[in-house]
């Protein structure tokens, strides 16, 4: 884990909590302490998601409720679901619906609590509009997509998801148009709650049970971590022709690797230095990439172990 996944977004996260929840001192102080306490126990090895999961874990803990953000979750569905039919409608009129649903889609994970609690989706959404991915590899996208029958879409935050909707409802578009059969599709969330991620219930408020079959990962651990998946969610995605891994969490924890890197495709935008200095691409730029264009180079981020090596 880079020290700076601690600093800024762990003990941000935090911080932020502490205002929302408008916390006494005391309590401050004894959250911090006991964050300080688990992190020095951790492995300097440990996975950014699985330690940013137990510090989340912990402050649940401390509140006394396992879903403190549920709230704010469904206030991020609902404001996004007000935006969609005119989102809908400028992603309609494009020459190419299908890459600026993508575009709208990756613009929509800068809903994320682990970096900020106010978001300016409007003018994420303007600007996706007009700039190009930083890393584009539309063209496999668009390769894989004409070629698979079964699309499982990992999903990332809460309000986010009404974006996934819209991507979801343009690519089955997109295959009509050129005769082909509707794909089977899943979508699949988080199994428990964790930061602002999406839940069942955020994806049926968000509509994407019209879209496809809702599972979950079988835990609520940031990322994709076998480990600590369900049986169920790691089989859909073995038989999946094609994985749209959704946020920089589901990026950085590799899934899929060295076992199928020829189906699985990143959406995201980089909220992060460290990450976007790995990538070379500004910070605040949109990305879709191929996974396979991972295999030209090592990824500093890229910690968890494989799926094979897991699964054995």
């Not at 989706?121 to 700039?131: D, H, I, Q, R, T």
């Not at 749209?244 to 189906?263: Q, R, T, V």
Request: glycine share 8%; charged share 30%.
């Amino acid at each position: 884990m880079h020290f700076l996944c601690l600093a800024r977004c762990q003990l941000g996260f935090l911080l932020r909590q502490f205002e929302l929840f408008k916390l006494p001192v005391e309590k401050q102080n004894e959250i911090l302490r006991k964050e300080i306490d688990l992190v020095s126990r951790q492995s300097i090895h440990i996975h950014a998601g699985v330690s940013g999961s137990q510090m989340f874990r912990l402050f649940c803990d401390a509140l006394g409720d396992p879903d403190p953000l549920r709230a704010v979750r469904k206030k991020q569905n609902g404001q996004m679901l007000r935006l969609l039919p005119e989102i809908r409608r400028a992603v309609e009129q494009k020459d190419d619906p299908l890459l600026y649903a993508l575009r709208a889609a990756a613009s929509g994970n800068i809903i994320d609590v682990s970096f900020a609690d106010e978001f300016d989706v409007a003018g994420a959404l303007e600007k996706s509009m007009e700039e190009p991915f930083a890393i584009d590899d539309y063209a496999p996208f668009r390769e894989r997509l004409l070629a698979a029958g079964t699309l499982t879409l990992v999903t990332d935050n809460a309000g986010e998801i009404v974006l996934d909707r819209l991507l979801l409802e343009v690519l089955g578009q997109w295959r009509r148009a050129r005769g082909l059969a509707p794909l089977a599709v899943s979508v699949m969330v988080k199994g428990g709650p964790i930061y602002n991620d999406a839940l069942e219930e955020d994806a049926r408020m968000a509509g994407l049970d019209r879209e496809g079959e809702i599972l979950d990962t079988g835990t609520d651990c940031i990322g994709l971590h076998p480990r600590y998946m369900s049986r169920e969610a790691l089989e859909n995605l073995r038989k999946a022709d094609m994985i749209i891994l959704k946020g920089l969490a589901n990026y950085e924890s590799d899934f899929g690797g060295e076992d199928f890197p020829e189906k699985v495709f990143y959406l995201f935008r980089s909220k992060c230095e460290v990450l976007s200095d790995a990538l070379g691409i500004a910070l605040g730029s949109s990305v879709l990439m191929a996974h396979s264009r991972e295999e030209e180079k090592e990824n500093a981020l890229h910690t968890d172990q494989s799926f094979k090596e897991i699964n054995r």
